[in-house]
């Protein structure tokens, strides 16, 4: 988190007055941006607009529920869940490196009194750590005892910390009371089929009541269990994120009805993210060769749910002990050791005054992009293009094209600009050696964008990105994202019209497996 | 007496540990461990062996040739 960057952004004069804040907070949504064709990307279409208060006050700072939220709040997981309870072939929990970011891996494991201990030490370090989370490294609810443990710990000494949970949702059913008790509003299933048929080729085995249970017989009681504990969560007015890995050939058209059948449900979000596997991960997919979806693949089965239900397309599969913003990792801030000697002191009172600073800044984003769609108004055009964005946070575009582990992702057309996914990068910048590998990486990741905006790019990848067909935009520099993306856009299309340059279709990306480097 | 877990192999997950109706298995030195004198390889409580059902990683809840089998109480 760049903090200089946000100061600029609260005190540039976007700051409205009280009245206008309040208007603002009421137009901008909980998440995603104006689509303008079916829903929005994530969260609520219209913010408070459509959405009750309580479920605003639900999502509006957390940062999985609300695509716009993550930009400005950070969430933790605290590995406290180990066991697990049914076994998928697109995990291997033996294998646990510091350098890998995928779900299910994590480096230490802690008891709920270092869990509790190492919040208190987070949130007093990064005032917007809003959201805790137990998502393994196992099932949650294979180890209620700790996880709930936990929950009571940080519920009695940081309230205002929002909990959430992950599960394979085999034991849902029976917590269901136990998560309400401790106001645990957030809890995400992942569903990966509704026919045991598929989830047979998903789940070789699941432990239930006393007995290993195999084949379609274990995907039968997985999914009625998930089901149930689906409905009696949304019952209870739980927020429900449903997550499913789309996994080509397996259960990738299935997905549009696992979709269907959430949402009737009573599903709040659908996330579906793409298969992780290299043969390195050990796993059954992995060492079958078993492929994950190209980024196109995975956007065209999200935009063909998008009319059913909210998508969420900003999921970066983080480890169960990430720690800060969606798309970096500080966990190696916080270990045990580091915990254990720090001297933590809970301040409420600095956190509320922080996070009402991220609002005014959130606040002053939506107003500038309100403000640069105005202009588009009247225009029309079927051109629909992508842009990758270089960015550490707060909505604008402030990392360089060189830092960039990652590339927010979003498509812009004459309805204004839509976040629509994110595209993991190696370093390009690794002290001197790869380099050229590197450029190849970030180009065949991004190689579906028309444009990629940057806080700065040297002349070298410059050059390449132009021969690959990617224009690289550095005149935007911190400054507010769609705002600026939607500028680029209007002139974008001036120029197609005045036929300087002609509009061209991009080709496809890749989807990076394996290792997140650690920018430490 | 005859269950033993096989300590290269143990990932240390723990989720053998409460399903264990004899309260055999703990945490030793960052795997986990059956105390043979408390095994029953589950006879009498469950049809198969909980350690076995419910650890992730195959083969690795094994038989202890090295003792002989249980012998249920007549």
Redesign the interface.
Known sequence: MDVSAQHDASSNGHVAEVGEIMQAIAEHKGCGTTGGSGKASCGSQAGQGDLPTEIWEKVKNHPCYSEEAHHHYARMHVAVAPACNIQCNYCNRKYDCANESRPGVVSEKLTPEQAAKKVLAVASTIPQMTVLGIAGPGDPLANPEKTFKTFELIYNTAPDIKLCLSTNGLMLPDHVDTIAKYNVDHVTITINMVDPEIGAKIYPWIFYKHKRYTGYEAAKILTDRQLQGLEMLTERGILCKVNSVMIPGINDQHLVEVNRAVKSRGAFLHNIMPLISAPEHGTVFGLNGQRGPSAQELKALQDSCEGEMNMMRHCRQCRADAVGLLGEDRSAEFTTEKIMAMEVKYDAETRKAYQEKVEEERVAKVAAKQEELAELAGRSSDIKVLAAVATKGSGLINEHFGHAKEFQVYELSTAGAKFVGHRRVDLYCQGGYGEEDSLETIIRAINDCHAVFVAKIGGCPKGDLIKAGIEPVDQYAHEFIEKSAIAWFKAYLDKVNSGEIEHVERGDAAIRQGALISAA | MPFKIIASQC?????CE??CPNVAIREKGGTFVIDPKKCTECIGH???P?CV??C??DNTCVIDTSLPRYQAPA
Not at chain 2, 11 to 15: G, H, L
């Open positions: 990932t240390s997950c723990s989720a409460p399903e469950f049809d198969e909980q059902a419910v992730p990683v």
